[in-house]
């Protein structure tokens, strides 16, 4: 069984920056790509980052030069680095496992992924 554990949302000022941090325990199988997703209030989710194992990634348009995904495997653990934030960033941020990353491209298309309780980002103009 997986778990994720997000950390580190909040509130900051447009421009700003936050570090999220989500630890995962348990094993994903055959999910292994963790990431990033966002659902900003009364729209679908969205994927924001996703990096494999061997540290390759994918970034939404929206968050490339902003954004930065990064992981720990030993320690099981996924960062994310949002920096020069915007008030359209504003949204729940969930930590996630799928199985590539066209999981985070395509979703909801790319199968079955586990997702964290998600940690609030909200950034004010």
């Known amino acids: 069984q997986v778990r994720l554990t997000e950390f580190g949302g909040g509130s900051v000022q447009a421009g700003g920056s936050l570090t999220l941090s989500c630890q995962m325990s348990?094993?994903?199988?055959?999910?292994?790509?963790m990431g990033w997703f966002l659902q900003a209030p009364g729209k679908g989710r969205q994927g924001v980052a996703g990096i494999e194992p061997n540290g390759r990634t994918w970034y939404h348009d929206s968050v490339l030069g902003r954004f930065t995904v990064t992981r720990d495997n030993e320690k099981k653990m996924v960062y994310l680095q949002m920096d020069n934030l915007k008030p359209e960033d504003t949204a729940m941020y969930h930590c996630?496992?799928?199985?590539?990353?066209?999981?985070?491209?395509?979703?909801?298309?790319?199968?079955?992924?586990?997702w964290g309780q998600g940690t609030q980002v909200t950034v004010t103009s």
């Open positions: 348990g094993h994903g199988g055959r999910a292994n790509v």
């Open positions: 996630t496992v799928g199985p590539d990353l066209s999981y985070y491209s395509t979703y909801p298309r790319g199968g079955f992924g586990y």
